[in-house]
C-alpha cells in the first residue's frame, strides 16, 4: 500500500476516535470530567445536575473545536502529501519514460553499429579481393613490360653503341682538320709579322734618309756620316729582328712537332698498355635509404662515357681524366632487377648489388627521357603546397632528418634522387618514405610538376609543339620489396594561357600514397 493511502486510513481512524469520545462525553453528561462546582446544593437544589451538563458541554464544544482544528491541520498534511506525492509520481514518470527513450535509442544505436560493422566487413573483404586482384594484373603487366623494354633498350644500346663509334671517327677526323688549318695559320701569321717588321724597318730607313737629305742641306759632310751610320744601325736592327722572327717561328714549328709527337707517343704507350689490360674493377656497397653506391676505377676510360642500367632504365655518365667514377643507384625497383656497367665501346658487366633492407620503406619514383625537368612534389600528412611536410628538390629534407622526425610516430620521408641536366639517358626522381613502427594508416599526396613549362606555357612546351606532352612512367615500391609502373602523361596546355596552381600542380596526375599497417 503507498504512503499516500496508510496517511489517508489514519486519519479516518483518527477522526472517528474524537467523533466516537464527543459522542459519549455528550451522553454520559460529563462524569469523571472533573469540570469545578460552584453550585452550592443546599441553596440551588437541581440546578448542581444543571451545572455539570453545561460544563460538560462547554467542555465537549471545546474539544470539539479543537479535535476539528487537529482534523483540519491534518487534512492540510494530506493534501500536501498528497500534492508531493503527486509531484514524485510524475517525476519517476518522467524519469522512467527517459530510461525508456534511452534504452529505445540505445538499441537502434547498436543495430545500426552492427549493421555498420558488417557492410565494413564486406566492404573490406571485396577490397581486399580487389587489390590482390590488382596486384595479380599488375604483376603480369609489369613482367609482360620490363621484357618489352629490355629488348627495346638492348637494341637502342647497340643502335647508340654504332652512332657513338660514329661520331668518335668523326671527331677524330674534325680534330686532324683543324690541327692542320691552324698550324697552317700559324705559319702565315709568322710569315706575315716578319714581313710586317721589314717593310716598317724599310719605312724608318727611307724617312731616316730623307732626314739625312735635309740636313745635308746645311752640313753635307756630317749630315751624310751620321746618315749613313743611322742607316746602318737601323738596317742591322731591322735584319737582328726579320732573324729573330724567323728562330721564332722555326721554334713555334719545332714545339708543335714535338709536342704532336709526344701526343702520339703518348697515345701510342696508353694504346699499348690498354691492349689485353684488366678490366674495369667495380665495388659496390648499401647506403641509406634503399640505395646502393657503386664505384669504379678504369684505367683505359679516361674522360670516357658509361652507362649504369638497372632493369630497362639507363643512366649515362662520364670517367674522370683519371679513369674514375662514383654512382649513386637508388633501388626504387629492389634489388631483383639487373644492374650492369656499359663502356662506351659496348662492353657490358654486371654489378652484383649488396645486401639492402627495405623492411619500413616505401618509394615513388618517376621517369622520363625528354630532355625536360619535371619535378616530383610529396605532400605529407595534409600539408600544403610550400608548407611543412611539403618535400620536392630544393626543400627535399635527408635521410638523417626524416629518421629523427620518425622517432616521433610518423612515418616521414625525402627526396632520396633528384634528376640533373643529363644530356642522354633516362632521369629519375624519388621520394622515399621511413615508416614508424606501430603507424596504422596515413596519406601522402604526391604531385608531378613540369617545371620546365612553368605558370605560363610557351614555346615547345605548348599546343601540338614537341614537348607540349611529355610521358612518363610511375613506380612505387611496397616494403615488402615488391614495385609496380604504371604509364601516365603530362597532358598538354594552351599557348599563353596562365596555369592556376590546381593545373599545373594536378594531384590526379599520380596516385597517392597509402600508408597502411
Avoid at 244 to 270: G, I, L, M, V, Y
Avoid at 328 to 342: E, H, K, N
Amino acid at each position: 500500500m503507498s504512503p499516500t493511502r496508510v496517511l489517508e486510513a489514519f486519519l479516518i481512524g483518527a477522526l472517528l476516535v474524537v467523533g466516537s469520545a464527543v459522542a459519549l462525553t455528550q451522553t454520559t453528561g460529563g462524569a469523571g470530567s472533573g469540570a469545578p462546582d460552584f453550585v452550592d446544593k443546599r441553596q440551588a437544589p437541581g440546578l448542581e445536575e444543571k451545572a455539570r451538563e453545561e460544563a460538560a458541554r462547554l467542555a465537549a464544544e471545546e474539544e470539539r473545536r479543537r479535535l476539528v482544528e487537529e482534523a483540519e491541520a491534518l487534512r492540510r498534511k494530506v493534501e500536501e502529501t498528497q500534492a508531493k506525492a503527486e509531484v514524485e509520481r510524475q517525476r519517476l514518470a518522467e524519469e522512467a519514460e527517459a530510461l525508456r527513450k534511452a534504452a529505445d535509442e540505445a538499441r537502434r544505436k547498436a543495430e545500426a553499429e552492427r549493421l555498420k560493422r558488417e557492410a565494413a566487413q564486406k566492404a573490406a573483404q571485396e577490397a581486399a579481393k580487389a587489390e590482390l586482384e590488382r596486384e595479380e594484373t599488375a604483376r603480369r603487366e609489369a613482367a609482360a613490360a620490363a621484357e618489352r623494354r629490355q629488348a627495346e633498350a638492348e637494341a637502342e644500346a647497340a643502335k647508340r653503341a654504332a652512332e657513338a663509334e660514329q661520331e668518335r671517327q668523326a671527331a677524330e677526323r674534325e680534330a686532324a682538320r683543324r690541327r692542320a688549318e691552324a698550324e697552317a695559320e700559324a705559319r702565315k701569321q709568322a710569315e706575315a709579322d716578319a714581313a710586317k717588321r721589314a717593310a716598317e724597318a724599310e719605312q724608318e730607313r727611307r724617312a731616316a734618309e730623307r732626314e739625312a737629305a735635309r740636313r745635308r742641306a746645311e752640313a753635307e759632310a756630317e749630315a751624310r756620316k751620321e746618315a749613313e751610320a743611322d742607316a746602318a744601325k737601323r738596317a742591322a736592327e731591322a735584319e737582328q729582328e726579320r732573324q729573330a722572327a724567323e728562330r721564332a717561328r722555326r721554334a713555334a714549328e719545332q714545339a708543335k712537332q714535338a709536342a704532336d709527337e709526344e701526343a702520339a707517343r703518348r697515345s701510342t704507350d696508353a694504346a699499348d698498355k690498354c691492349k689485353g689490360g684488366t678490366p674495369p674493377e667495380i665495388a659496390s656497397r648499401a647506403d641509406a635509404g634503399g640505395s646502393m653506391r657503386i664505384d669504379i676505377r678504369a684505367d683505359c676510360q679516361n674522360g670516357k662515357r658509361f652507362s649504369i642500367t638497372y632493369g630497362p632504365y639507363k643512366f649515362v655518365r662520364a670517367f674522370d681524366e683519371r679513369g674514375r667514377a662514383s654512382f649513386s643507384l637508388d633501388l626504387f625497383m629492389g634489388t631483383r632487377q639487373p644492374i650492369a656497367l656499359v663502356l662506351e665501346g659496348g662492353e657490358k658487366m654486371p654489378i652484383e648489388p649488396p645486401n639492402v633492407d627495405f623492411s619500413g620503406l616505401s618509394k615513388v619514383a618517376i621517369a622520363w627521357k625528354a630532355p625536360v625537368n619535371l619535378d616530383l612534389h610529396a605532400l605529407e600528412y595534409l600539408a600544403t603546397l610550400g608548407g611543412e611536410g611539403h618535400i620536392r628538390a630544393g626543400a627535399g629534407s635527408s635521410f638523417e632528418t626524416a629518421r629523427a622526425m620518425t622517432a616521433q610516430g610518423k612515418g616521414r620521408g625525402y627526396m632520396s634522387s633528384i634528376a640533373g641536366n643529363e644530356p642522354s639517358g633516362d632521369k629519375v626522381e624519388v621520394y622515399t618514405l621511413l615508416r614508424a613502427p606501430g603507424q596504422r594508416s596515413g596519406v601522402v599526396t604526391t604531385l608531378v610538376d613540369y617545371e620546365t613549362r612553368g605558370d605560363l606555357p610557351a614555346g615547345d612546351a605548348c599546343g601540338e609543339r614537341p614537348l607540349a606532352a611529355i610521358p612518363f612512367e610511375v613506380i612505387e615500391l611496397s616494403p615488402r620489396g615488391e614495385f609496380s609502373v604504371e604509364k601516365r602523361q603530362i597532358s598538354p596546355e594552351v599557348c599563353g594561357q596562365a596555369l592556376t596552381q590546381s593545373e599545373r600542380f594536378n594531384p590526379d596526375t599520380i596516385d597517392d600514397l597509402q600508408i597502411r599497417r
